[in-house]
């Protein structure tokens, strides 16, 4: 194959995989925005009512190492269909659970929704895999931008289809949801990544080893810090917002803003790492993401809950997609599936945690609390970005 047709043949894939990202990341706005306020009416006390969210991101966690060893095996492709298929069998139960009136079931299918979101966040890596060397932080990043789309797409299903089916709120949100996924499957058909060899335990370096790269340390610390804060703070501020009197409405478009926030800077994230350095980069999203903290500090109307939504979306780009171009460094070829895998499962691992707690400490204590123990994680982060300038752990 040409050097041209090498090069369109890695565009194309990029831009099937940005679009399977808009298209499948509708599943995890759909769920953000309304599980826990299918939750508080399903669910058996209402200190259970963000459980579902919870379950989601068990979901995320428990499939990414998994889904590495079906990629070392069997490639990329595959994973992807299974991902593909647990969105649609995602969505499918949630409508049958709130038909039932299930929790139990409407977990389940949360679940399912979490092994999708942590195939879906793996395109980035894919992306990165399939062009050259230099351009590696620029397609992840995006890969990324497509959430931008998600972020319209899955409010959108949530306000225009939510009262569809009476007397069954959000049960045909979830069918459509089912819908998306079918398409997202169809794109991610036509991807064609090049084959690399299976990549054996024995290859490369040790797991052990490979953990104890300061900048490997470093980029994981500021990755489960931008996403488990984002995660913690989005998964209380829906119920929350109904708890304040706001409207559903309101509350989808909030999430709206968010996730668009959360991805619309991917078009640029990756020019500013390559210009700036991801230290600096992550430092900004760190920042934000306490300014969004501090936004909800002020006053729990709509204007506020929409820009602390809006703020926590843009330092999560900031955080997530800077501390990312990192881990593309921190690993050999041979390495790349394992450590890629690893990293994932650190981080969905350390957001169930936080989201338990989320709403745990929204139904006991209040919105306030939520935002003011957010700065706890926060510091972590700021001591290891402080250690990492000194010793220039992220930019070497």
Known sequence: MSATSLYLHAKGNVARLTIAQALAGANSTVIYATGAIIGNM?????????????????????????????????????????????????????AWAIKLNSFCLFCLATFFGGVYAAVVLSFRFAAADCVPNEHRSRALSFVMAGGVFAGIIGPQLVTWTMGLWAPYPFAATFLAQAVVGVFSALLLRGVRLPKSPIQKPSGGRSI????????FITAVICAVVSYLLMN?????????????????????????????AMYAPSFFTGTLVARFGAQRVVTTGLILIGLSAITGLLGADVGHFWLTLILLGIGWNFGFVG????????????????VQSLNDFIIFGTMVFGSFLSGSLLTIFGWKIVLWFSFIPLAAAGITLVLASRYSYLDT
């Open 42 to 94: 399903l669910a058996p006390s209402h200190a259970l009512a963000t459980f579902p969210v919870s379950i989601f991101v068990v979901g995320m966690a428990v499939s990414s190492l998994p889904a590495g060893a079906i990629v070392q095996h069997w490639g990329r492709r595959a994973v992807f269909m299974i991902g593909a298929g647990c969105g649609v069998l995602s969505g499918l139960l949630a």
């Open 208 to 215: 052990t080893l490979i953990l104890r790269q300061p900048r």
């Open 232 to 260: 913690f703070l989005m998964t209380a501020a829906p119920f929350a917002m109904q708890m304040c009197g706001l409207s559903q409405a309101s509350s989808n478009l909030g999430i709206q803003w968010h996730v668009i």
């Open 323 to 338: 501390a990312s171009s990192v881990v593309l460094e921190c690993h050999q070829p041979e390495e790349s599936i394992r």
